[in-house]
Every structure is written in structure tokens, then in C-alpha cells.
């Protein structure tokens, strides 16, 4: 929908009408009216010359108004003698004459009037533009992609080869009794390509594709979002067969309560529900919305006719799917011969399809940016360093010798523990960056979805490892410092699940403790004995191998950075 900038220039608006519109109706109320005083108070003020104004009504009505040397107003009884005008001016007070009727007493209320007609047509008519007029049609997107366009996800691209055949042959299906899905719902985490799938089916069935976001369905008024759904869905009509992509749904399909019964969301989503309720499998209309926690939609959107087929989109799982994003992004791109592009697949281990062209855009700027004809590996671990410290290398030259021993120490020991977990540690640094952080470990886990208790309590180690190494390096607890807070964060929620959410304790056996509402007091008795334990086994595996420990916090502190290789090399003369 084509309506974001109308919906700008209206709130844009309507924000600076409003206090004006206020501050014009306060003022009329603020404005002091006329003090009323006698005719001979007003003589004895025009004797003591405080007088300055008489406004007088020629139509001899009965009060006039008068102004004294302080700009107040006053009125009092118009005298009954033709000669008041020449004792003012005689006076030497300034008279002026109005013409009443009734148009001149009529004049401030139109002129009131006129001012909230004014204002009321000039909101109706940017309403008009913000919801979507007849002369603003909804129309398709026109842009084309096809599943080549789509690197990964071939479980999931198989599953779609049915909906594409269904939008191309639906008669096909139609013979056979069978009716097409009304509703599919593409969910997981942001990145992982559910707008460019669903544009991918809609190019493969060459139909029209309509794509919205559930943001644009969200107004200031309640009943324009209603409104705007039963457009498109009228359009889509008109240009069946057709996919309706639906982005964020959960901004307008969240789960309803109380508080919103009468909210713009319920009647948004009422008209949504209504609009699916209302047409059949045979109008070859396919609903895609795309979402990242399924379980925040309300639970109507979910039921059998509606958005009944879920399909999850996941991050690439293997080094090979992430290689196929990774030369789909790479077409138009040069690499230098120390590049290796299948070492980077195995990097970007949990990341996602974006996240990886992200990588290899910001690569090939900072190439150009240093005058390079190739991007090289530099360009690479620098692109990957700014995109898992969400900042830029710092380079600090007042950065003391105990602060870089500090760092090295720290940043050695979770290399350390992450090594004897049998991860592979593919870069240690100490160079700080803008976001904050002093050093980083690029550790690529050895897989992503189920763990065992030991892995997780192999994570949990390697977490406290910077902490215990600083703690080695000092011998005084209290000179420790706040560089794990981020270490510690991690390896509290991890410990939080085993217990309460993973069932991977003694104590409690396989319950799920959030389900039943359990007191954090006693979670807590558990977790406290859970960290201390882990604490001292990390210290003692840094003791045991304290030689390899400090061979990487020489190099660290020689070089700044530690390669995955040489990391290998030292890993494997301290262990053989």
C-alpha cells in the first residue's frame, strides 16, 4: 500500500493543529471580559485621565465600552445626551464609533464557526488520503523472483512446488475435490527469507503478488484498518488467482484481550477473519503471513480455515545451505585468492540469509574504502567483527599495558574452554570496538538445536571463563571487573532453563517450573548451587592447562589478534 506518506503528512498535521486549535479555544475562555462599572465611575476615571479609548455604538445602545491607560477594558451605561461625544474629545479622549447590528454581533460566533468547519474539512480530507481512496487503487507488486532466487531451504521450497502447481493448474485440483490452503503462515526468526519465499511462489505461478505489511493496517482512527482490508481483498478478487502476502502480522493479529475489545486491532482483525471466512479455495486467493513468534498471534487467525498451514522458515542449519546463500550474494563481487568462502559458511554458523549478505556488502565497502582492487580476508574478519560487535575496530592508543594484559587474559581464557569443548575458535582479538566490548572470541559451535546437559554446561564454562581467568590473573576476587557482565548474562539464562524450563535437574525431574508457576526463591536456591559448582570446575580446567592459557595471552598481547589456526597449533602442542 502506497498510503505511508499520507499517513506521515496527516499525524505530521495533525500534531501542530492540535495545540493550536487548543490554545485558540483556551485563549477565547482565558480572555478576561469587560469590567462593568458605574457611569459615574467612568466620568471620575475620565477626569483623573485614565481614560484613553470610548468605543461607541451609534445605534445608541445600552453599554459601550471604554479602554483605560493600561490597555483594560471596561463597559458601563451609554448616557442618554447628544452631546457625550463632544465632552470626550474635549477631554482629550480618543472616541470611536461602531456600527452594531446584528451581522457585527453575529461576526465573532461565525467567525468561530468558520474556523472548526474549517478545520474538519481540512482532517476529512487528509483521512481520505491516509485510508486509501477510489482514485489510489491497491495494486500488485510487480516485481519477479523465482526459487533461484532463494539460496537454502530446499525441504521447505519442495513443500511449496504444491501451492505454485495449485495457483498454475487449479482445475487440476478443483476435479479431484480438493481446495486450495486459504491461510499459510511462514514463521521464524528475522532474516531468514519468508518475504522473498513467498515472492518466489507468486513468480514460479507467475500471479499477481499483493504485498502488505500489518503495520499499514494500524491508524489513528478506529475502522480505517477494517477498511483497508476489505480493499484489498476486493482487488485481489478482481485479479485472482493471486497471493496476498501479509508481513508482521502480529502487528494487527496479536493476541486480543479486554483492554482492546474495542480497540482498532479487534476490528482490524475481525475484518480479516471475515474476509477469509468469506471466500473459498475455488477463488484461488492464497493468504501468506509471515511472522516471527507464532505463538503471539491470536489464536483465531490459527484455527482450520483460516491460517491452518504453518510452515517454519529456519536459519541455514549446515555449512553446505549457508554456502548456497553465500554464492548467491557473491555474483557480482571480487575476492582475493586468500578468501575462503567455504571457511566462511562454517563461520556464520546461527546466521541468517541476511545477516550473511550483510557481511559481504559491508566486506566489499570496506574493500573500496581502503583503496583495495579485491576483497580480500581483511575485508572479511573486519566486516564479521563489525557485524558480532555492532560497532567499528576502536583504535585506542591510550589504552594502558594492564588493561591490554587484562583483555588478553580474559579473551585466552574463553578461547581456552571453548577449545577443550571441541568448538572451533576461528579468530581471538583484543582490539576494542566502539560499541564497547574489548576484545571478542569468534567460536563456531559444533551444531545448533538439541544439546545435551553436558554441552550446555560446556557453554555455561566457557562463559565464566573470562571472569575466572581474570580472577587467576589477579589472586583477589575484588579486583575483577565488569567485562563478563554479557559472559554472565548468557550463563544465567542458560542455567535458568536447565532448571526451569529443560528439566535437566535432579530436584525437580522433567517439570517445566514456568508452567507451574513455581517461586523464583526456589529456582534460585538451585541456580546459585548450579554456578558455584561450574565456577570452580572452569577454574580448575584453566589451571590444568594454565601453560596453553598463557601461550595465547603472549600472542594475544604481541599481535592483538590470534588466528583459528595458530590457535590449532598451540591447542595441539599443549594437548598431545
Known amino acids: 500500500m502506497k498510503n505511508n506518506h499520507h499517513k506521515k503528512r496527516a499525524t505530521t498535521f495533525l500534531l501542530l493543529l492540535l495545540p493550536l486549535l487548543l490554545i485558540y479555544i483556551v485563549s477565547g475562555f482565558l480572555t478576561p471580559s469587560p469590567k462593568e462599572v458605574t457611569y459615574t465611575e467612568f466620568w471620575q476615571m475620565v477626569e483623573e485621565e485614565k481614560v484613553e479609548t470610548v468605543y461607541i455604538n451609534l445605534d445608541k445602545g445600552a453599554k459601550f465600552t471604554f479602554e483605560d491607560v493600561d490597555k483594560k477594558m471596561y463597559k458601563t451605561d451609554a448616557p442618554r445626551y447628544d ?77 511449496m512446488v504444491l501451492l505454485v502447481d495449485f495457483l498454475k493448474n487449479p482445475t487440476k485440483y478443483h476435479a479431484a475435490g480438493a481446495k486450495m490452503p486459504k491461510g499459510v503462515i511462514f514463521y521464524g526468526p528475522p532474516g531468514t527469507g519468508k518475504t522473498l519465499l513467498a515472492r518466489a511462489i507468486a513468480g514460479e505461478a507467475g500471479v499477481p503478488f499483493y504485498s502488505v505489511s500489518g503495520s499499514d493496517f494500524i491508524e489513528m482512527f478506529v475502522g480505517l484498518g477494517a477498511k483497508r482490508v476489505r480493499e484489498l481483498f476486493a482487488s485481489a478478487r478482481k485479479n485472482a488467482p493471486c497471493i496476498i502476502f501479509i508481513d508482521e502480522l502480529d502487528a494487527i493479529g496479536g493476541r486480543r484481550d479486554a483492554a482492546s475489545q474495542h480497540s482498532e486491532q479487534r476490528q482490524t482483525i475481525n475484518a480479516l477473519l471475515a474476509e477469509m471466512d468469506g471466500f473459498s479455495g475455488s477463488e484461488n486467493i492464497l493468504v501468506i503471513a509471515a511472522t516471527n513468534r507464532i505463538e503471539d498471534l491470536d489464536t483465531a487467525l490459527l484455527r482450520p480455515g483460516r491460517f491452518d498451514k504453518h510452515i517454519a522458515i529456519p536459519l541455514p542449519e549446515s555449512a553446505d545451505e549457508r554456502m548456497e546463500v553465500i554464492k ?26 541476511a545477516d550473511i549478505q550483510a ?138 532453563d536447565m532448571i526451569a524450563q529443560f528439566g535437566m535437574t535432579d530436584e525437580y525431574g522433567m517439570l517445566n517450573l514456568t508452567d507451574l508457576a513455581v517461586d523464583n526463591d526456589k529456582i534460585l536456591d538451585r541456580a546459585v548451587a548450579l554456578a558455584k559448582q561450574l565456577e570452580e570446575e572452569t577454574l580448575a580446567i584453566l589451571r590444568e592447562h594454565s601453560d596453553m592459557h598463557q601461550a595465547i595471552v603472549n600472542v594475544l598481547i604481541e599481535r592483538e589478534t590470534i588466528s583459528g589456526e595458530e590457535l590449532t597449533e598451540i591447542y595441539n602442542q599443549y594437548t598431545a
Request: proline share 2%.
Open 83 to 159: 452631546d457625550f461625544k463632544k465632552d470626550l474629545l474635549e477631554a482629550n479622549v480618543t472616541v470611536k464609533e461602531q456600527e452594531d447590528g446584528i451581522f457585527a454581533s453575529l461576526l465573532p460566533l461565525l467567525w468561530d464557526i468558520g474556523i472548526i468547519v474549517a478545520m474538519f474539512v481540512i482532517m476529512t480530507r487528509i483521512m481520505r488520503g491516509t485510508s486509501g481512496s477510489k482514485n489510489e487503487p491497491i495494486l500488485p507488486d510487480t516485481t519477479k523472483q523465482t526459487f533461484k532466487d532463494v539460496a537454502g531451504l530446499t525441504q521447505v521450497k519442495s513443500d
Open 328 to 353: 548467491l550474494y557473491v555474483k557480482d563481487k571480487k575476492f582475493a585468492e586468500d578468501v575462503n568462502l567455504e571457511a566462511l559458511a562454517k563461520e556464520t554458523i546461527g546466521f541468517s540469509p
Open 359 to 496: 557481511i559481504l556488502n559491508e566486506a566489499a565497502l570496506i574493500s573500496v574504502q581502503n583503496n583495495k582492487q579485491f576483497i580480500d580476508r581483511a575485508c572479511i574478519d573486519e566486516a564479521v567483527f563489525r557485524k558480532l560487535l555492532k560497532g567499528h575496530a576502536k583504535n585506542d592508543s591510550k589504552r594502558s599495558t594492564d588493561d591490554i594484559k587484562l583483555v588478553a587474559w580474559h579473551e585466552a581464557g574463553h578461547a581456552v574452554l571453548g577449545k577443550i569443548a571441541g568448538m572451533d575458535v576461528s579468530k581471538v582479538t583484543i582490539i576494542p570496538s566502539t560499541s564497547g566490548a574489548g576484545g571478542v572470541n569468534i567460536i563456531i559451535p559444533k551444531k545448533m538445536g538439541l544439546y545435551t546437559i553436558e554441552e550446555i554446561k560446556a557453554q555455561i564454562r566457557m562463559a565464566y571463563a573470562g571472569r575466572c581467568a581474570e580472577y587467576m590473573l589477579f589472586g583477589d576476587k575484588e579486583r575483577v571487573t565488569t567485562g563478563a557482565h554479557s559472559d554472565i548474562k548468557q550463563a544465567t539464562r542458560l542455567i535458568y
